[in-house]
């Protein structure tokens, strides 16, 4: 990927964080994500013992991680979902199969670059406002 294929953004969007997240796991590319992380991006996750606090500890995880999905073959879906009244957005995750739903994704913003990420499990997957849209 090359770095024209990013529009010139003054202020990124959550939900435009959340679709280049979508492309990065529907791809398994960190190109994908990797421009717009601010240098100090913090990523949580339920399934990582520690906070990483910065660009480079996040892309040192997740490129082993993409790698070791595609070695899998198990795919991931990453579907946009919507909060009731416009109260913001968030990714479904699921891997293996559509309906395996194993997380939501929610993403912080300054300016034009993601401040944090975080991975939560899907506690209640009767209430989450699935939208059928996947970005790739």
């Given amino acids: 990927m090359k770095k024209d294929d990013h529009p010139s953004i003054e202020q990124l969007s959550a939900e435009e964080a959340l679709r280049a997240y979508a492309r ?8 994908y994500l990797e421009p717009f992380l601010a240098d ?5 996750s339920a399934w990582v013992e520690e906070v990483l606090t910065t ?7 997740i490129r082993p991680k ?11 879906w990453a579907e946009m979902s919507w909060l009731p009244d416009s109260r913001g957005s968030y990714l479904v ?3 293996g199969d559509q309906e395996n739903i194993v997380g939501t994704v929610w993403a912080h913003v ?15 997957i009767d209430t989450l406002g699935r939208s059928g849209e996947y970005p790739t």
């Fill in 66 to 76: 993409l790698e070791s999905i595609r070695r899998s073959g198990d795919r991931v």
């Fill in 93 to 95: 995750m699921a891997q």
């Fill in 110 to 124: 300054e300016g034009d670059k993601i401040k944090r990420i975080d991975m939560r499990q899907a506690d209640c």
């Fill in 24 to 31: 990065m796991m529907h791809n398994l590319s960190a190109d």
């Fill in 55 to 61: 660009k480079q500890r996040y892309l040192g995880y």
């Fill in 40 to 44: 100090d991006f913090h990523y949580s």
